[in-house]
Nanobody
Framework: QVQLVESGGGLVQAGGSLTLSCAAS????????MAWYRQAPGKQRELVAG???????NYLDSVKGRFTISRDNAKKTVSLQMSSLKLEDTAVYYC?????????WGQGTQVTVSS
């Protein structure tokens, strides 16, 4: 059984920074893709940032230049450094990891950006 445990969410003022972290516990066969998604109230879940096993990254246009995703393959962890946070970044952020067999999701961590 694989579980993704997230940490690092919270309340921050606009312009501030937060770092989200996610670790996979249990045996997870060869995680290929790791990502962070978010879902704001009344909106669909969207991909914020993703990173391949080789380190190739992709970002939602609205977070480019502000967010940085990174991973540690040996530790099966993924992090999301968020800076210059905006009110519209407020959402529940979900960790996501995928291998050839299945997709794993974290329980979600709330990020609230205040004015």
């Amino acid at each position: 059984q694989v579980q993704l445990v997230e940490s690092g969410g919270g309340l921050v003022q606009a312009g501030g920074s937060l770092t989200l972290s996610c670790a996979a516990s249990g045996s997870a066969f060869s995680i290929n893709f790791m990502a962070w998604y978010r879902q704001a109230p009344g909106k669909q879940r969207e991909l914020v940032a993703g990173i391949s096993r080789q380190g190739s990254t992709n970002y939602l246009d609205s977070v480019k230049g502000r967010f940085t995703i990174s991973r540690d393959n040996a530790k099966k962890t993924v992090s999301l450094q968020m800076s210059s946070l905006k009110l519209e970044d407020t959402a529940v952020y979900y960790c996501n990891m995928q291998n050839v067999f299945t997709t794993y999701w974290g329980q979600g961590t709330q990020v609230t950006v205040s004015s």
